[in-house]
């Protein structure tokens, strides 16, 4: 017989061939061009779909395990049962001339038509260890994306500026305050930033770029609020230059003096001021006009070119508020302005005589508002000043016969007060200067009519007479001789006396008593020894106080 095949199932040679089996050799060359029969009882869904012998081969699935028909089939077919594979043996040859039978994946179930059943694949237990996850760090660790750098460095900047904002347009308008406010934010924030990159250090952040950026904003804001804090004194003319630019005097004037401007040398101040006058003026709003007007004068006197500005200012000022409202005027600032024009540099006759004609005016105007407030002193000046200095003034008459009231009227108010010996020169100033006058005559009678002379002896003698009191324009006591030209009698009780008219003028003062046999003389001197000591002044009453008896000489 030849070589004998190796038997398929103990891989040995020379034994006994199972009844069924089929000799390879004498196989067509494609095995599987018809397909097998199966038995009647085998599962059809099971049924393999064989491909023909030119085609590609296809892996089949092997027969699961368990007794089927499926084991069958392969039983059948190959008449021999492999009790450990349940896989038929094929020898290199089969492998050459069945191609479509070698199954190298057995399982994949493309090896199946259609409508065959696909197995899946044996589950087996994963035994690979998952890796360990990662520790989670703090999100203060982790970098930052770009799109937060960006965010931060806008929020910053969109805080300082809303800072300023805030305060320079809503609170109070000062933008050096809202540079300070912006300042104090920009350290604020400083410090925050610092706090923020110490937690990030704390829990691990050690990265380059952490620190440089870190850096870098600790720098801007620190920076931010050293110049905010500096520039802010700046900051305060800056503003005012732009206030005055635009006319808002108020506003301008407010911020030079924030600035540190202080009279008398202002020369910022003084400008806003004249220009703010000068506005106003233009308004008719006459008395703020002048004040703004005389506060630019005091900021800055040592200015000649704003003095001469202010004067021309304030003399239209007073001229147009006196034609106005002349109740209202204030007139020692009306005539100071006059006054300083009258005698600028640049004035000439022209502009002097109209300056002499308002400064007249404006004092005789100033004297009748004074004399309605019963200031008869100064009243009388200024009318007496319209008489000397502008006599050629239509004012002069009208001042002449207004002096002469105020000079009687303050007469009158000295006599009725403590200075009653005031009175006196007032009265011979309208007796010599106002004699045209009804009050110059009034002052005349007034001066040469007799006084009231009071007062009260004390120690006197208590047994009668009682002695009398005498007044004397002349006396010699060396004579006894003794005019008495008033007598009165004395109070025994209290010791007083009154001489009810006595014409001014000096007098002796004695005490008369008539003890009938002889006529005692006790008459009193000063303590100069000046014999007459008592001085009726006119226009008053004259009180010689308390004087002692026995103080007095005897004659």
Not at 235 to 241: E, G, P, R, T
Not at 308 to 337: C, H, Q, R, S
Request: aromatic share 10%.
């Amino acid at each position: 017989m030849g070589d004998q095949p190796e038997d398929l199932y103990t891989n040995t040679t020379g034994g006994t061939e199972p009844a069924n089996w089929i000799d390879p050799a004498s196989q067509p060359t494609s095995p599987f061009d018809a397909a097998p029969t199966y038995p009647a009882d085998y599962p059809a869904d099971y049924a393999p779909v064989y491909e023909s012998a030119g085609s590609t081969p296809s892996y089949e699935a092997p027969a699961p395990a368990g007794g089927s028909g499926y084991e069958n089939v392969y039983d059948n077919a190959y008449g021999a049962d492999d009790s450990l594979s349940r896989w038929s043996a094929a020898s290199e040859s089969e492998h050459g001339a069945a191609p479509a039978a070698v199954l190298d994946d057995p399982w994949t179930p493309s090896s199946f038509a259609p409508s065959a059943p696909v197995y899946d694949r044996p589950t087996t237990p994963n035994l690979a260890l998952p890796p360990l996850e990662e520790r989670q760090r703090p999100i203060l660790a982790e970098p930052f994306p770009r799109s937060w750098m960006l965010l931060i460095a806008g929020g910053v900047a969109l805080a300082l500026i809303v800072a300023f904002l805030v305060q320079a347009l809503v609170v109070r308008g000062d933008w050096a305050e809202a540079a300070l406010v912006a300042g104090y934010t920009a350290f604020g924030l400083a410090i925050f930033a610092l706090v923020i990159a110490g937690i990030r250090f704390a829990v691990g952040r050690r990265a380059t770029v952490f620190y440089a950026l870190a850096g870098l904003l600790l720098v801007v804001l620190l920076g931010t609020g050293g110049g905010s804090l500096a520039l802010a004194h700046q900051l305060h003319l800056v503003q005012a230059q732009s206030f005055e630019a635009a006319g808002q005097w108020d506003q301008a004037a407010k911020e030079y003096a924030l600035y540190g401007e202080r009279a008398p040398h202002a020369p910022n101040l003084g400008r806003v001021y004249l220009h703010w006058g000068q506005n106003l003026a233009q308004k008719k709003v006459w008395s703020d006009a002048a004040y703004h007007l005389s506060a630019a004068l005091a900021a800055n006197p040592g200015d000649a070119d704003l003095a001469a500005k202010v004067n021309t200012a304030l003399y239209t000022t007073f001229v147009g508020w006196m034609g106005a409202d002349a109740a209202n005027v204030p007139y020692p600032a009306a005539i100071e302005a006059f006054t300083a024009q009258r005698e600028a540099t640049n004035c000439d006759p022209a502009c002097q005589n109209q300056s002499s004609t308002l400064e007249a005016q404006a004092r005789y105007l100033y004297g009748q508002q004074l004399a309605t407030a019963q200031g008869y002193a100064d009243a009388a000046k200024q009318f007496s000043t319209v008489e000397t200095q502008f006599a050629s003034s239509s004012y002069a008459g009208q001042a002449h016969a207004a002096a002469a009231t105020a000079y009687l009227a303050l007469g009158q108010q000295q006599i009725a007060g403590k200075t009653c010996t005031d009175a006196v020169p007032t009265y011979q100033t309208l007796t010599k200067t106002y004699s045209d006058t009804s009050e110059g005559r009034q002052a005349a009678t007034a001066l040469a009519a007799p006084q009231k002379v009071t007062g009260k002896f004390t120690d006197l003698p208590t047994s009668n007479p009682i002695p009398r009191a005498r007044l004397s324009k002349s006396a010699n006591p060396a004579a006894r001789v003794f005019s008495g030209e008033y007598a009165t009698a004395i109070d025994s009780a209290t010791g007083a006396f009154t001489f009810a008219t006595v014409k001014p003028g000096a007098y002796n003062l004695a005490a008369v008593r008539d003890l009938g046999y002889r006529i005692d003389f006790t008459y009193f001197h000063s303590k100069s020894g000046n014999l007459y000591s008592i001085d009726v002044s006119p226009l008053c009453t004259r009180d010689l106080g308390t004087i002692s008896y026995t103080s007095g000489a005897g004659a």
